[in-house]
């Protein structure tokens, strides 16, 4: 079972408002897209494996996202952790279309698509460090041993898969997963998680899991100039909204919608923390203080007073 959904991760959510907010002319769009689109295929892949996962039984405890600090202060993060009374499973998702060749000399992996030729770190030693760090941490909390394995999980099954014999006791398309996991559980009798061992891990888990900084306009070196001012018609992209009678309207193709601001003040909300009116005038282009503080009450955002001025924040 699941204890928590696949959350999306900060990174991916910040990087698609950007794509909302800054104009498609901007120097850093084309970066920020192709980021976005690789990051996106990434979650993507661990959804495609949360889907195969429901089909295995219930008393396997299924973690995604995890995120711990190791034995030398540093994090080490995990695609997805599954915890049963007997063993433990560290898997390592991937969404990568084409060829993956696995040289078992060199250790090399390489990629060959329609895009794209080259080298790629290998997945298996990814999911190995993750393996041997997660051990570690469950040793120094409960002072025993958990037989731990690790697996890579390819999203699509038209990725076709190249390399020595031994490379496909670790990697698998994400549908196989679940008859791999049916295999490995015949090989242990011994329970090493209690239920009470259980219970404390899964608390352990959730209070040690620390989710990964991420400041788009830090990582992107943008300022709140480079945003776009005004919201552009989503219909024929040419023409900036006008605000008339409470309604947003195109001049150029006559396009109109009550609530094309939400959307764009959401994705502000997605990267930054709170708006201000004057924040919310400049963004959407208005020209009256009024409208703009009566649109952000009208999101249900909740006031946040400060010294000079009110801002307004996503309710929790």
């Given at each position: 079972m699941f204890?928590?959904?696949?959350?999306?991760?900060?990174?991916?959510?910040m990087e698609k408002a950007l794509l909302t907010l800054i104009p498609k002319n901007h120097e850093k769009y084309k970066e920020i897209e192709v980021n976005y689109k690789k990051n996106n295929a990434g979650y993507k892949g661990e959804l495609e494996l949360d889907y195969h996962l429901n089909f295995i039984p219930n008393h396997y405890y299924i973690i995604p996202g995890v995120r711990l600090l190791n034995d030398v202060k540093q994090y080490f993060q995990v695609d997805t952790l599954i915890i049963s009374s007997k063993f433990a499973i560290i898997i390592e998702s991937k969404s990568m279309y084409g060829e993956l060749h696995f040289d078992s000399i060199s250790g090399q992996v390489t990629r060959k698509s329609e895009y794209f030729t080259g080298g790629i770190?290998?997945?298996?030693?990814?999911a190995q460090r993750q393996k041997v760090q997660f051990q570690q941490w469950f040793n120094n909390h409960f002072q025993k041993e958990i037989p731990c394995y690790h697996l890579v999980s390819i999203r699509s099954p038209e990725t076709i898969l190249h390399g020595p014999s031994s490379i496909f006791k670790y990697v698998y398309h994400a549908e196989q997963i679940p008859n791999k996991i049916d295999a490995l559980s015949v090989n242990h009798t011994k329970e090493i998680v209690t239920p009470y061992i259980r219970k404390k891990l899964l608390s352990l888990i959730k209070e040690q899991h620390t989710p990964a900084p991420f400041d788009a306009m830090e990582f992107y070196n943008l300022q709140k100039s480079d945003l776009m001012n005004g919201i552009t018609c989503p219909n024929c992209n040419q023409d900036i909204l006008k605000r008339q009678s409470s309604t947003w309207f195109c001049n150029r193709c006559l396009f109109h919608s009550k609530n094309a601001h939400i959307h764009i003040i959401n994705s502000y909300l997605s990267i930054f923390p709170s708006i201000s009116v004057k924040e919310c005038q400049t963004l959407l282009r208005l020209s009256s203080r009024f409208i703009a503080r009566r649109l952000l009450i009208g999101m249900n955002l909740l006031p946040k007073?400060?010294?000079k001025s009110t801002t307004y924040i996503k309710p929790k």
């Open positions: 204890t928590k959904s696949g959350e999306e991760p900060l990174q991916l959510t770190p290998n997945p298996i030693l990814q007073n400060q010294r």
